[in-house]
């Protein structure tokens, strides 16, 4: 079983910057890639971004691309996503995805982020 805390949600102008953290726990995470995805009220959950654990391979969404970035520790097994120049439609609960290594896929509760204008 896995476990996915995340943080670092909040409020914040257009603009503006937000890291999001997510910390991966339990026996035997077999790693092989993470990600973030977010669900705006009313929308479909969608792929934000994403990072294979092994080799650092890192994929964006195109409404992402050039102002998130999806970093890794992977000593101590937590996902980052450093969000720059945010806009309103940037707002949406953003959750944590882990990928276990030949089976098993885990989400967590997400953390809200809202974007003001």
């Known amino acids: 079983q896995v476990q996915l805390v995340e943080s670092g949600g909040g409020l914040v102008q257009a603009g503006g910057s937000l890291r999001l953290a997510c910390a991966a726990s339990?026996?035997?995470?077999?790693?092989?890639?993470m990600a973030w995805h977010r669900q705006a009220p009313g929308k479909e959950r969608e792929f934000v971004a994403s990072?294979?654990?092994?080799?650092?391979?890192?994929y964006y969404a195109d409404s992402v691309k050039g102002r998130f970035t999806v970093s890794r520790d992977m000593r101590k097994n937590i996902l980052y996503l450093q969000m720059d120049n945010l806009n309103v439609e940037d707002t949406a609960m953003y959750f944590c995805?882990?990928?276990?290594?030949?089976?098993?896929?885990?989400w967590g509760q997400g953390t809200q982020v809202t974007v003001s204008s």
């Open positions: 339990g026996r035997a995470l077999n790693t092989y890639a």
């Open positions: 990072i294979r654990w092994p080799n650092g391979d890192k």
């Open positions: 995805r882990h990928d276990r290594a030949g089976a098993g896929t885990s």
